[in-house]
């Protein structure tokens, strides 16, 4: 204490008779109250604005200490707020003067932080966010998983976890999160956890030795699907996630891509000749059909208008063609695109929005956006906006969002302008968001952007997201 007494003496010797700043002792140092003074720095950093078309106060406020340290932002009040600008006064006493105007930009959307790799599935369990990604897809297939309290810093869990291989799937059953994984094509690790901590192997248990690729649940059942080489796989099924029975063995024997649930219906895709499965007994969940007539390999898929419909893609290296196919009874098929001949490509996307159905449709790296109010008569939509391939589209908070590529290594994000659902704008730039936008997702109203970058089989990436 005597120590620092004594510096103190010695920094009040030093200042002169003309400083604004007194240091005698019994005399305080003039704080200032005029707030124009205290807010001197008025232009800031870029404010995170969510999905809101302007930041919310607080937001603000914590962009105003950033640029003004000693500012107390309790003793202020924001009003005004646009996209890039608000007013500033006081909420008491403790400030005078006159209002301040403080400017800045908003965004959308926010870079996820300590991700590595491609991003191929996401899911929240416990009140925290878990990304799982792919890094090699070669022959020896890693990847991570992640884990975020707050929703944008993540840690990387999979050493910790001792979980294996490039990370495919999750799903949250019966209050534990599952996670499917491959080490190679035909091995892969089904691992589960009731505290997103402790992760166990359940699929070496069970004697289940494959790439595990993808997951859903339906009815109290969680279902699993699998490759056990290029062209072999199997569906397994589970009522209590830990003890797995193959179905439908005669029937799906190609390595299963992805398991939809449509109208409490469970379709299952494959990638071998594209073939695509329908369950046929609901509450037993153990009779599955394929449906006939289908070419490709399913993309997309959305219920309009009483009736289920998938788009395809020809099963080749450069994708340039496809179908558009619907059915009211889950087994008959119709080509829409026999008839509609306007849609050219193939389909990756589909979306409901407003009560008008939406196909988006790439031919390599150029394609289109269709819409239409009954299913069968089809319009382009912003042709002089949309340019490129259209990779992927959702629906969320009254507008859409639709990614495109431009070329093999770039790519934009459109958003709708109008309720119309006919403009779109470009915010990339505005965004910060650059790559190749390879998908969408919205999870719990959290918009989600996955940029995807591969070299060989090597993938690297980003992640994106815009808060409710």
């Known amino acids: 204490m005597k120590k620092l007494l004594g510096l103190i003496g010695t920094f009040a010797l030093m200042i002169t008779a003309t400083s604004p700043l007194v240091a005698c002792l019994g005399q305080a140092a003039i704080v200032e109250t005029e707030l124009d003074k205290v807010l001197a720095h008025t232009e800031l950093d870029k404010i995170y604005a969510g999905q809101r078309n302007e930041p919310n106060d607080q937001e603000i406020k914590k962009a105003i200490k950033t640029k003004n340290s000693n500012i107390d932002i309790n003793a202020i009040e924001i009003s005004d707020i646009t996209k890039e600008s608000a007013t500033v006064t006081s909420n008491n006493t403790k400030y005078t003067g006159a209002a301040v105007t403080v400017k800045f930009i908003s965004t959308n959307f926010t870079e996820l932080k300590g991700i590595t790799g491609a991003t191929s599935c996401l899911i929240v369990f416990n009140n925290a966010t878990y990304v799982g990604t792919v890094i090699d897809n070669g022959a020896i297939k890693t990847g991570n998983l992640y884990k975020s309290t707050d929703g944008i810093n993540f840690e990387n869990i999979s050493i910790k976890t001792k979980i294996k291989g490039a990370v495919l799937s999750l799903i949250v059953f019966k209050n534990a999160i599952y996670a499917g994984t491959a080490t190679s094509e035909t091995t892969g690790i089904l691992y589960r956890s009731d505290d997103g901590i402790n992760f166990e192997d359940i699929s070496t248990k069970q004697s289940i030795t494959s790439a595990f690729l993808s997951l859903t649940d339906l009815n109290n059942k969680i279902y699993v699907g699998t490759a056990t080489s290029k062209t072999t796989g199997k569906l397994y099924r589970s009522t209590d996630g830990t003890n797995f029975v193959a179905v439908a063995e005669n029937d799906i024997i190609e390595p299963v891509l992805n398991l939809i649930v449509l109208k409490n219906i469970i379709f299952v895709i494959t990638n071998a000749s594209g073939k695509l499965y329908r369950c046929i007994d609901t509450a037993a969940s153990t009779t599955f059909v394929a449906i006939k007539n289908i070419t490709g390999l399913v993309k997309s898929w959305i219920f309009f208008n009483d009736q289920v419909y998938f788009g395809t893609a020809a099963n080749t290296t450069i994708v340039t063609t496809g179908k558009l196919y619907k059915t009211s009874d889950g087994i008959n098929v119709e080509d829409v695109t026999k008839t509609v001949t306007n849609i050219i490509g193939a389909v990756t996307s589909l979306i409901v929005f407003n009560k008008v159905l939406y196909v988006g449709t790439t031919t390599n790296i150029t394609g289109k956006l269709y819409r239409s109010t009954n299913g069968f008569v089809f319009t382009t939509v912003a042709e002089k906006d949309i340019t490129g391939a259209v990779e992927s589209l959702i629906v ?31 915010i990339s730039e505005k965004e910060s968001i650059t790559g190749v936008v390879k998908s969408l997702d919205v999870t719990n109203d959290i918009i989600y952007v996955v940029i995807v970058i591969k070299i060989n089989n090597v993938f690297t990436g980003k992640l994106y997201k815009s808060d409710k």
Do not use: C, M, P
Not at 405 to 423: E, H, I, N, P, V
């Open 396 to 426: 969320n908070n009254n507008r859409i969002y639709v990614v495109i590529a431009t070329s093999k290594t770039t790519g934009k994000l459109y958003r709708s302008t109008d309720t119309a659902g006919t403009t779109f704008e470009d």
